[in-house]
């Protein structure tokens, strides 16, 4: 089946400082990705969905300025958290999307001290 | 805006039938879905169903969808503690954007 990476699995960072993570679609094109947040014991909230090639869309509420999403590729996909600080720690899950199917990578947990 | 509701907590013994419920506002939803997350992992999709389908069995899942009263329900037989997860509720609506509910936490006792 259709599997999505994500690198890094986890990541500490200091505070003030920005931290990429990359979303991989690993054996499909993906046409469409989303970046989600989880905070724990809480649902998966939409930041942005970006398509290849063009600026991503991002969901109310979610600082574009601050979550710089890039599409380049139709298997990559990154988000970057600038300037980070502890609030931003939390659980981030991509998704891939083929064109029928949504797939989902195994989340990176942020910490940021 | 689209809203999607589950119940919090589920406990079950092992062996028995867990059934996991959802209801959805949105009634264009083309796709509805079950997700399960086990502690510190992403989304493993369980299984799925057309809005145009009543019900959708798949081995030890079942899924039950009542579009008039939106509701949605995940039956699991025979539960193992091995089924003990986060279980999320999700639908599709226009241009592929998914809402998910809070998730169902289940406990399986032994």
Known sequence: ?113 | GEDVEQSLFLSVREGDSSVINCTYTDSSSTYLYWYKQEPGAGLQLLTYIFSNMDMKQDQRLTVLLNKKDKHLSLRIADTQTGDSAIYFCALKTGGFKTIFGAGTRLFVKA
């Not at chain 1, 930041?47 to 139709?74: C, P, R, W």
Request: with cysteine.
């Open chain 1, 1 to 113: 089946g259709a599997v999505v990476s994500q690198h890094p699995s986890r990541v500490i960072c200091k505070s003030g400082t920005s931290v990429k993570i990359e979303c991989r679609s690993l054996d499909f094109q993906a046409t469409t990705m989303f970046w989600y947040r989880q905070f724990p014991k809480q649902s998966l909230m939409l930041m942005a969905t970006s398509n290849e090639g063009s600026k991503a869309t991002y969901e109310q509420g979610v600082e574009k300025d601050k979550f710089l999403i890039n599409h380049a590729s139709l298997t990559l996909s990154t988000l970057t958290v600038t300037s980070a600080h502890p609030e931003d720690s939390s659980f981030y899950i991509c998704s891939a999307a083929d064109g029928n199917e949504q797939y989902f990578g195994p989340g990176t947990r942020l910490t940021v001290t």
